[in-house]
């Protein structure tokens, strides 16, 4: 089989762990429902079992492995930190990697009911991780910089999902954002992939944030599109508010990151995203409700 076919199930996962890591085989391995580019494992109740699936490089788990270290004793919100390396053998040619669990229900499968909380949380959490990265942080080949870059992929989506009594005011919040002016501060330390399924809520608020394998250097206003596509209506302003360090130029082009978002969250819950790998049913409704947030916060 290749490496894309490969079966990944709990006997593979407890042979790995007593192959490289004996002293943890004894603790119950239970698979996570969902996943893409990497596939989940409960391990006892504190750790999980990052499975490198979908991803056609290792590099995003190895600087998870790097980076996450360094960034999550700072960070108010817990994130999921590298405790163990799985490297690549005979048994499974890919990498994995014991990480912390972070315990809440992601967004794509719950809701926040404390809105003004949440945006609070999430305000804090994104001013703790927005600061300068160091020079040999990774940079992202898609993501990071200007909207005008993401032009290409902004117009597939819009011409596939995009509601027609919406097209000409979605289409005109990406124009903002691309006649936005470009960030002119350093690179800062970015997630780079906030959405409903990689942050999770606990008592109806924001308890953690997940999957850091897209994290790179470069413009906070790929992270601050999280206004719109995570937190409920109406929360918009006491987020921005309570972040403080976002000039009108970085809130547009967020703006119009989110719309980006939105449409792509739409397409992934269509069919299996027409194309693309792994659809996923819950993402359609979240991404319309964050659409229309954008359209009206």
């Avoid at 990944?8 to 490289?20: G, P, S, Y």
């Avoid at 990071?144 to 870059?149: L, S």
């Avoid at 809520?201 to 470069?218: K, P, Q």
Wanted: charged share 20%; proline share 9%; hydrophobic share 45%.
């Amino acid at each position: 089989m290749t490496d894309a076919e490969i079966e990944i199930t709990a006997d593979l996962v407890r042979d790995l762990l007593r192959e490289q890591h004996p002293d943890l085989a004894g603790l119950p391995v239970r698979e996570v429902a969902g996943g893409w580019g990497n596939q989940m494992w409960r391990l006892g109740d504190g750790l999980a079992v990052r499975m490198q699936r979908m991803d056609p490089t290792p590099q995003l788990q190895l600087n998870e492995r790097r980076w996450l270290p360094v960034l999550a004793p700072r960070l108010p919100l817990p994130v999921p930190t590298p405790v163990r390396s799985g490297e690549p053998s005979a048994r499974f040619p890919k990498h994995w990697t014991v990480m912390t669990w972070v315990p809440g229900e992601p967004l794509d499968h719950s809701s926040i009911s404390r809105g003004d909380h949440a945006a609070g949380t999430l305000a804090g959490f994104l001013k703790a991780l927005h600061v300068e990265a160091p020079a040999d942080a990774p940079v992202s080949g898609d993501r990071g910089g200007h909207p005008r870059t993401c032009t290409d992929g902004f117009d597939r989506f819009f011409r596939a999902v995009v509601p027609g009594g919406l097209a000409d005011d979605v289409r005109a919040v990406w124009d903002d954002a691309v006649a936005a002016p470009e960030w002119e501060g350093p690179p800062l330390w970015v997630h780079g992939d906030l959405h409903p399924a990689n942050v999770v809520v606990s008592d109806g608020t924001l308890s953690g944030v997940i999957d850091f394998g897209d994290m790179f250097a470069g413009d906070p206003a790929w992270d601050l599109a999280a206004a719109w596509v995570v937190l409920p209506a109406g929360t918009v302003s006491r987020f921005f508010d309570a972040y403080g360090q976002a000039d009108a130029g970085t809130i547009r082009r967020a703006r119009g990151l989110a719309a980006l978002k939105s449409l792509f969250l739409m397409l992934m819950g269509r069919n299996g995203g027409r194309g693309l790998p792994g659809g996923k049913p819950a993402w359609g409704p979240a991404g319309r409700a964050a659409l229309d947030r954008v359209l009206r916060d």
